[in-house]
DNA sequence: TATTGAGCTGGAGTGCACTCCATCCATTAC
DNA sequence: GTAATGGATGGAGTGCACTCCAGCTCAATA
């Protein structure tokens, strides 16, 4: 499949497919031909897993190792494995900050509903964090 | 307190104090008779939730209008509990989302473990989303 | 009183991750 | 044969969120 088609059912634009070559993301295709690109399904989980770890807040530095890692097969499997355990880890941190958050949201719009539906004194709401009446 | 201390509790330097003052994050403090920032408590439990706010991906601009509904007090607060509801659907939407990709890397760093301790073929690995042996 | 250190301002610079563009080339449709 | 379409390339530009800097003032301390 040529890029356009690529860019369509991965999600990402022709230019970033490029840039991600250039970088060393993705592997080079094959060219037609014509010089063009032609890309495989694998091309395809391939950046759909990088979609996955860029958008769990890898930097594409960290992303492009793993890619290389991947390039060198069966040899870099005990370090792909240390690079996702690092990464599992993180997201779920990241995940358990998240459920903080939205506890401290929660209660903050509580307050705020309970300013407005009368149960609550507008001077109360001085506890919330960071509020102001 | 001075902005270095200011900047020691809250954990931002005083340029990123000074900017978010700027952009109008920050209500603009006091100055002393020198001309130099004075905070107050207030100022620090503000930043701390401009803080949750960035760390979940809210934007320098929704956090200006937030702020600013916030200097409005109490005839904002309709405004302000819709702001927190939509930041907090985003907040958990992303919250299930990691939960999903911590599920993926955990199946990913089986297969890997089975590949390394021999209980997995490594040709197994190709079933892995975007892998290769 | 001299020096040191903190803080002030306006504006330039940085890093990241793209995104856009001009120009050229190949393929396909009519 | 030619026009339209899609792709290639190198390099410039963008938006975001800071971060750094020069040159200055002010306050505290030896």
């Known amino acids: 499949m040529q890029i356009g088609e690529f860019s369509e059912r991965s999600g990402l634009s022709t230019d970033t497919l490029r840039y991600y070559e250039k970088i060393g993301l993705m592997p080079s295709p094959d060219r037609d031909p014509g010089g063009r690109r032609t890309y495989s399904s694998d091309h395809l989980q391939w950046v759909e897993f990088l979609q996955v770890l860029r958008s769990t807040g890898m930097g594409v530095r960290d992303m492009a190792r793993y890619a290389s890692l991947r390039e060198d097969g069966l040899a870099s499997v005990a370090d792909r494995l240390d690079m996702l355990e690092i990464h599992r880890e993180k997201v779920a941190e990241e995940r358990r900050r ?36």
């Open 98 to 133: 998240l459920a903080a958050v939205e506890a401290l949201l929660t209660n903050k719009i509580d307050m705020f509903q309970g300013v407005l539906d009368g149960t609550l004194k507008p001077t109360d709401l001085s506890c919330a964090v960071g509020e102001r009446t």
